[in-house]
């Protein structure tokens, strides 16, 4: 089982910058994917980036992150970014950090936007004002 827990969500300006934190338990004998979404009141949940722990460079963005949002990891810590830029009230929203557990095996393999994912933190509220 993996357990994540996200942090960094704050209440900023239109312009500013944040950037969350997922700690997360790493799989001994397998790899994750890793993701975050976000999901804005009465909206469904969405992507905002995924990444497999397998291999390097496998970061896929989706629609919210617009070029202004970036992901990343540091493994001695455990821990996933998402690193905000130049935030509009419609990122406001509750960001969430997600995984799932992929064979070891696997090491080509990417972790795409539509994914479904077994694993999910508490999520962490980020409100934009204008």
């Known amino acids: 089982q993996v357990q994540l827990s996200e942090s960094g969500g704050a209440s900023v300006q239109a312009g500013g910058s944040l950037r969350l934190s997922c700690d997360f338990t790493?799989?001994?004998?397998?790899?994750?994917?890793l993701a975050w979404f976000r999901q804005v009141a009465g909206k469904e949940r969405e992507a905002v980036a995924t990444?497999?722990?397998?291999?390097?460079?496998?970061?896929l963005y989706g629609r919210p992150a617009r070029g202004r949002f970036t992901s990343s990891r540091d493994s001695t810590k455990n821990t996933l970014y998402l690193q905000m830029e130049n935030l509009e009230p419609e990122d406001t929203a509750v960001y969430y950090c997600?995984?799932?557990?992929?064979?070891?095996?696997?090491?080509?393999?990417?972790?795409?936007?539509?994914?479904?994912?077994?694993?999910w933190g508490q999520g962490t509220q980020v409100t934009v004002s204008s």
């Open positions: 997600a995984a799932d557990v992929i064979p070891k095996a696997w090491t080509t393999y990417t972790c795409g936007l539509t994914r479904k994912y077994d694993y």
């Open positions: 990444q497999y722990t397998g291999r390097e460079k496998t970061t």
């Open positions: 790493p799989s001994d004998n397998n790899k994750l994917c």
